[in-house]
């Protein structure tokens, strides 16, 4: 069964720094591309930041560049988003994803076909 598994998400003041996990049972996702995504109440699902299977490329929304880094361990078949000065409008549901083709770094969601069940970041002003 494929699986992914998100976690670190919580509660963070303006300006903390919180990192993300996403842990991915099945030994395909190890040449899989990652991203993730996030969803605010009553918006759309947008896209956040994007690496490839072996980490050689990587992808931003313009919102969070400069301040998030998206990572990846292929021994333990994990990403991560490392977030800095984090703002209010960061506050969201935070999902992984993953898609077949090892070299996509795509913002598209449709283009993803695993996801985790998702991770919430609060940002109190």
């Known amino acids: 069964q494929v699986q992914l598994v998100e976690s670190g998400g919580g509660l963070m003041q303006t300006g903390g720094s919180l990192r993300l996990s996403c842990a991915a049972s099945?030994?395909?996702?190890?040449?899989?591309?990652r991203a993730w995504f996030r969803q605010a109440p009553g918006k759309e699902r947008e896209f956040v930041a994007a690496i490839t299977w072996n980490g050689s490329n990587s992808n931003y929304a313009d919102s969070v560049k400069g301040r998030f880094t998206i990572s990846r361990d292929i021994a333990k078949n994990t990403i991560y988003l490392q977030m800095n000065s984090l703002k209010f409008e960061d506050t969201a549901v935070y999902y992984c994803?993953?898609?077949?083709?090892?070299?996509?770094?795509?913002?598209?969601?449709?283009?993803?076909?695993?996801w985790g069940q998702g991770t919430q970041v609060t940002v109190s002003s």
């Open positions: 994803a993953a898609t077949a083709n090892p070299y996509a770094i795509s913002g598209r969601v449709n283009d993803y076909s695993y």
């Open positions: 099945g030994r395909a996702f190890s040449e899989y591309s």
